[in-house]
């Protein structure tokens, strides 16, 4: 990064040095190449290069590696940032983004129509609940607790009977799960990482 400049109408234009990558150098190398076999004598056909193409002499002059030399050195490129255009566009990535590392390093939620038979044979780890209607995402209804505790010490203390069904009026379930291990903080914060650069790179072309 050479420079960074703010202007009044919410635009930043960053400066940034790029050097020539891998295929510019092969470029300039293959034309140092091509000028040296010109200003030869020597041709494949046992013809100097000059009587080949009399109507191109060869440049001996200093000018010539001046040039090449020239393509090689580091160019200078900006980035033209609208600031405005950047915070509405990064609002619901971000929010996503939020919504993701919560759920993928703190507090894990399943939903689902069907009734959460894995989850809930572990009352300790999971909090399940259930709704009476149907779920509708712009309505708040209140939800009932799915008493899995006793679903499952029923089913331990009877021998032939097994205790884990859903209630007759449950439509919805949501269980609450807590996922929080170090390698897992590690896995999600990597996962956001990449998101964001992802997302970035995406606002930023746009």
């Known amino acids: 990064l ?4 703010s202007h009044g109408n919410g635009l930043m234009c960053f400066r940034l040095e790029a050097k020539p990558d891998i295929f510019e150098q092969g470029v300039t190398a293959t034309g140092s190449l091509l000028n040296r076999a010109r200003r030869s004598s020597w041709s494949p056909w046992g013809t100097p290069t000059s009587a080949m193409s009399p109507e191109h002499p060869p440049n001996d002059g ?3 590696d001046k040039q090449v030399d020239a393509s090689s050195l580091p160019k200078e490129r900006e980035i033209w940032i609208n ?3 950047l915070v509405r ?4 990535p971000i929010l996503f983004l939020m919504l993701f590392f919560w759920d993928s390093a703190f507090i894990h939620r399943r939903a689902s129509y ?3 038979l894995l989850h809930c044979m572990d009352p300790d780890s999971a909090h399940c609940f259930y709704l009476e209607q149907d779920y509708n995402m712009f309505v708040w209804r209140p939800y009932q607790r799915l008493d899995c505790h006793s679903m499952r010490d029923q089913t331990v203390e009877d021998e032939y009977r097994f205790f884990f069904s859903p209630p ?3 439509h919805f379930y949501k269980c609450y799960m807590s996922v929080f291990t170090f390698s897992g903080l590690v896995g999600a914060l990597g996962d956001v990482m990449a998101l964001t650069a992802l997302c970035a790179l995406v606002i930023i072309r746009a």
Not at 2 to 5: G, H, M, Y
Request: charged share 15%; net charge negative; aromatic share 10%.
């Open 62 to 64: 200093p000018d010539s």
């Open 168 to 170: 007759p009026n449950a």
């Open 2 to 5: 050479v420079s960074a400049k």
């Open 114 to 116: 069907d009734f959460p």
């Open 83 to 85: 600031l405005g255009h």
């Open 89 to 92: 566009a990064s609002f619901i």
